[in-house]
């Protein structure tokens, strides 16, 4: 880990530096602050870079003309870098008053604020001194110590911002760490305080927390805190659910080893959202030993938890889909049809999803990645895909306006009839995708249509009986 003077500079990108020498040569003081000053001691990569000072924003304005106003906090934007004035926070327990920020002079004051001890160091200096690590928390003995630590009282800091909490479970998860006692005790006593937060803050930390590359320790953290129960009951509910996967284990263990499975193949968050609620079904439809309809169940609940949590339209979309997708049970006796049904159903561009979760369901069942002779059906799928098969209506070598022409069909919902049904033949012969065949045979279907309709006002339809069933 470099050490607190000349090795931090060494590692802070050299337009930071600019920045700051900016900052001190005319007069202000300037420090590299919070996430990134933490994620460059322990040797990570920061996602952005922020600056701490005592120049209040119209200074800032002055001093870089290039700047934007990010809000009224006194957050200014210069280039990629957030410099944020000095300030401390007032907040108040009733929670009715305005939450009220004020400005100061000392960078101790804008440490004290802030939640952990390894978010709450500075480095850097007033005009003329040299820059140097501000410490008055531990940051760096705990960052060496791998351990979250609340700044102040865990409690009091919980009580003003809930929030904080789940950034405990989500900074844990990502940086690997351990929550320090008193602060993991903290997060069992004011678990309950976590129903208030807002939805789009909790999708926003849960998300943070799924990129991580072991989610099971925040996800642990949270539901050994009380905090899954406060935010996601259904969630919590999987806890205790026996289980006959793994001996000793529950439901809930085997979401959690299903969540990491996908983050040690390197999923995308969507695979990560759909790991963690995929089982979401099973407490409510459990009976005997099964889940039966778990699956259709899953994806409602799924979708309830995502909408409520206002979380984006396409991740409720595409992980509801994938949970009510993640029970497809394959066996060679599928035929090339049934292998063809399948894509249609799930999708072409969700396949790749559906596969990585059903390999993370498995390795969090205790059996291969590959069980169920997943191999065999990527490979027939894949064969399929090359073929370039028709899966839906835009696959057929005809269309509406080919019925409405060639057979003088009506325009009206019979078309549509007509080429799902031949889309369903060709599903399984798709030699016969050709305009001359599908026409001959729309013909033929559309005359049984026009008999059957007709047979509801009355008349015999030659032949129905005999295909009847
Ligand atoms: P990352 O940027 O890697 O997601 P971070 O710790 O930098 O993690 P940010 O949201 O960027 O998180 O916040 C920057 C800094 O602001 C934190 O390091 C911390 O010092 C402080 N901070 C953020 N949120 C809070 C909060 N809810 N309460 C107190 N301090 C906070
Ligand atoms: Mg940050």
Redesign the pocket.
């Known amino acids: 880990m470099p050490a607190g003077g000349a090795d931090v500079a060494l590692s802070i990108p050299a337009a930071v530096l600019e920045l700051m020498d900016r900052l001190r040569a005319n007069g202000q003081q300037a420090y590299v ?4 000053l ?2 460059r001691l322990l040797d990570r990569t ?3 870079w ?1 600056l701490t000072t005592d120049a209040r924003p119209e200074r800032l304005l002055e001093l870089f003309p290039q700047a934007r106003y990010e809000n009224a906090f006194g957050t200014v934007q210069v280039d990629l870098v957030e410099i944020t004035t000095f300030r401390s926070d007032h907040e108040y327990a009733d929670f009715r008053r305005p939450h009220h920020v004020e400005f100061g002079d000392r960078v101790e004051l804008d440490l004290a ?4 001890t390894v ?2 160091m500075a480095w850097g200096g007033a005009p003329g001194e040299p820059s140097h690590l501000v410490d008055p928390f531990g940051g760096r003995r705990d960052t060496e110590r791998r351990l979250l630590r609340a700044v102040g009282d865990p409690s009091t800091r919980f009580g003003e ?1 809930a ?2 909490m789940l ?1 405990a479970a989500r ?1 844990a998860a ?1 940086l690997e760490f351990t929550v320090e006692p008193a602060t993991r005790a903290a997060l069992a006593s004011s678990a309950h305080l976590a129903g208030h937060l807002s939805g789009e803050r909790i999708v926003a930390e849960l998300g ?1 927390l799924l990129d991580a590359p072991r989610p099971s320790i925040g996800l642990r953290i949270l539901a050994d805190a009380g905090l899954l129960a406060a935010i996601a009951p259904p969630l919590d509910a999987q806890r205790g659910v026996a289980q006959n996967k793994i001996p000793g284990e529950d439901l809930w263990d085997h979401v959690v080893r299903s969540v990491d499975a996908t983050a040690a193949a390197g999923r995308r968050r969507t695979v990560r959202w759909a790991a963690l609620v995929h089982d979401i079904g099973k407490p409510v439809t459990a009976a005997d030993g099964h889940f039966y309809g778990h699956d259709v169940v899953g994806a409602e609940l799924a979708g309830d938890l995502l909408r409520g949590w206002h979380a984006p339209r396409e991740t409720i979309d595409e992980v509801t889909h994938l949970v009510r997708q993640h029970m497809f049970a394959y066996d060679d006796a599928w035929s090339d049809g049934a292998v063809r049904r399948f894509i249609a159903k799930v999708r072409p561009e969700r396949l790749d999803d559906l596969f990585a979760l059903r390999e993370a369901d498995s390795l969090g069942s205790g059996i291969p990645a590959d069980a169920g002779a997943l191999t065999t059906l990527r490979n027939r799928v894949a064969a399929e895909l090359a073929a370039n098969v028709a899966l839906d209506l835009r696959g057929l070598s005809i269309d509406g306006d080919d019925l409405i022409r060639e057979l003088g069909l009506a325009p009206g919902p019979a078309i549509g009839r007509v080429l799902h049904a031949l889309l369903e033949r060709v599903m399984n012969e798709p030699d016969i995708n050709r305009p001359a065949t599908l026409l001959a045979l729309a013909r033929e279907l559309a005359a049984t249509m026009s008999d059957s309709a007709a047979t509801s006002t009355g008349r015999p339809a030659p032949g129905r009986s005999r295909e009847a069933g």
Do not use: E, H, Q
């Open positions: 602050v919070g996430g990134s933490r994620d920061p996602i952005d922020d604020r802030r939640d952990f978010n709450a911002d929030l904080r950034r900074l990502v943070k």
